[in-house]
């Protein structure tokens, strides 16, 4: 069985309202629960704002660490889950259920490699 990582992207700024987190994390343990029952599910784990990122970078020989995100930009990575797929398409089908579960932010998914 393949595994693959759903990576989450979200945009950057204060989160929403408990409004729209209510429902979003109602969702998500749903889908939590759903992916166990099915055995799919691997890991998952929401990842604290970029801005309190830090990147360690190689340079002359010596690691370099700088605060903040790898890349500039208005979204980064928000949170990810780790499944067990026979094909990308299965993978897909969970893809687009966790999609709807975090209110349609994008998700990427990626086969690991080996």
Known sequence: MKQYVLT???????????????PITRD????????????????????RPADQAAVVRMKAGEAFTTDGPYTEGKEHVGGFTIIRAPDMETALGWGRKLARAVARLPIEVREFEG
């Open 8 to 22: 989450i992207y979200q945009p950057d700024g204060a989160p929403p309202g408990p409004e729209i987190l209510g």
């Open 28 to 47: 998500l343990e749903a889908l939590g629960e759903e992916m166990r029952d099915a055995g799919v599910w691997v890991f998952s784990g929401g990842l």
